[in-house]
């Protein structure tokens, strides 16, 4: 049963204005008050039953000391200890946690609310969501969290974290839901997260966020590090389609259009004819793909997949990501202001295509090793450089002013010769710093700063 409050009931622990400016608290009726002890004895029931499903996640890893790799010299390895959250999702032992919190984990320990210790194994990850799957091997049935419909949740909703921020295992914090469908923060591939004013701090990433029924609405993954007060979950509906597919098959499989895409700001809209800002513009079509195959051009926008209305870019990646392979949908897309209907055939998104690394989604860029045909083609050294296919407006790498076509020649005055050379490279961008590179544009090298960015997962 949802619980409802009237607005009384609530009202008074605000301070209002009194006729004659000045500030006064209003004295509580008897009816309010019972009405916030109830809610207040829901919050604790809540906690109480969903506890012993929350657990406090500790590994222990290997990380490169920045420093050291700063100075040019073999990196020193470093033992990691680091703490997270998860949540028990299956009685047989599966747990629900950020990618973020067990990546580059060579143990990982699973305590619960009662104390018991568990080593769990990794049965899947996803990066481009920053979810993973564990698995604890228990002889009895564990406590499990209800899950809930995040396409439920509505702004102003209570929100109710658990978690164990700085290691302090089995924290509550409430609040409400102050947006839903977040995206564009740069912290994962496909974004639509739940943002909330319930506190989420560093190591209540993988912890439940739950609604007032005590169901899990979402995954609790990260925090802004500037104003405070915002936090961000991955809803779990998005979770449990994830999660089902790294369970029975180890990974996660999706849909794939074949396309570079982009916003679509006033001024592109002016330029193109289009009534509004709403679709994704195509800026280049791969060859041999499903979009070449089903006739999309370059400078269509698509306005609508399968019948459901395409705003943004992230939602057209999020639409296709989570539709099969081998699905024939339709597009509607504007070309030359016609509206015309295309239908293409899903094709399956490669499990790590060269062009997709996750440090340079963050940072906003698409790249690519250098072919011989781009060496040719931009007059540089074969083998030396990766080649700029895409930069996400409005991202750092935007901001940084790089553009579509660039060459990356050289990072902090290293040749750069690999895409793993250089996702290295935009780690330590992910981790606050500065890199020094060598753009090679329209024949002509520069060198060029890249700023860290300020706003990271927690």
Do not use: C
């Amino acid at each position: 049963m949802r619980y409802r409050f009237p607005m009384a009931a609530i009202a008074f622990v605000f301070l209002l204005l009194s006729p004659q400016g000045g500030l006064k608290a209003e004295k509580p009726t008897s009816g309010a008050l019972e009405h916030l002890e109830s809610l207040q004895k829901v919050f604790g029931m809540i906690a109480e039953e969903t506890k012993p499903a929350v657990v406090s996640i500790k590994i222990k890893g290997a990380i490169q000391h920045p420093e050291v790799e700063s100075r040019k010299r073999p990196g020193k390895i470093f033992p990691r200890r680091s703490s997270g959250s998860g949540v028990v999702v299956d009685p047989g032992g599966y747990i629900l946690t950020n990618h973020h919190v067990v990546e580059g984990a060579d143990k990982i320990e699973v305590i619960f609310s009662d104390k018991r210790r568990y080593e769990a194994e990794v049965i899947g990850r996803d990066p481009k969501t920053d979810l993973a799957v564990l698995r604890v091997k228990n002889e009895k049935p564990l406590p499990v969290a209800k899950l809930g419909d995040s396409d439920k949740t509505a702004i102003g909703e209570w929100a109710i974290a658990i978690g164990s921020p700085f290691g302090l295992d089995q924290t509550v914090t409430v609040g409400v839901i102050s947006a839903t469908g977040r995206s564009g923060v740069g912290l994962a591939h496909y974004e639509n997260y739940i943002q909330t004013d319930a506190a989420i701090n560093p190591g209540n990433s993988g912890g439940p966020l739950l609604n007032l029924r005590g169901e899990v609405i979402g995954i609790n993954t990260a925090v802004f590090s500037r104003g405070g007060g915002i936090g961000l979950a991955i809803p779990i509906n998005m979770a449990r389609r994830i999660m089902k597919q790294l369970i029975e098959k180890g990974k996660v499989v999706r849909g794939y259009i074949g396309v570079f895409i982009q916003p679509i700001t006033p001024e592109i809209a002016e330029q193109f004819g289009l009534k509004g800002t709403e679709g994704a513009l195509i800026s280049d079509v791969m060859p041999d793909t499903p979009a070449a195959k089903g006739g999309l051009q370059r400078g269509d926008v698509i306005v609508s997949f399968d019948d459901r209305t395409v705003e943004t870019v992230n939602q057209l990646q999020r639409f296709a990501a989570d539709s099969p392979p081998g699905t024939e949908v339709a597009l509607k897309v504007i070309r030359d202001e016609t509206e015309r209907v295309l239908k293409v055939t899903l094709g399956e998104l490669p499990e790590a295509p060269p062009k997709i690394r996750q440090a340079s989604l963050k940072y906003g860029i698409t790249v690519e090793a250098l072919t011989k045909e781009l060496a040719k083609r931009h007059d540089v050294e074969p083998g030396l450089g990766i080649f700029v296919a895409g930069v996400e407006q409005g991202s750092p790498a935007d901001g940084d002013g790089l553009e579509k076509g660039d060459i990356i020649l050289e990072a902090d005055r290293a040749p750069i010769k690999s895409l793993e050379q250089f996702e290295k490279t935009l780690q330590k961008l992910v981790a606050g710093g500065d890199v020094l590179v060598l753009v090679n544009r329209n024949k002509r090298s520069r060198f060029q700063i890249l700023h860290g960015l300020k706003t990271e997962p927690k």
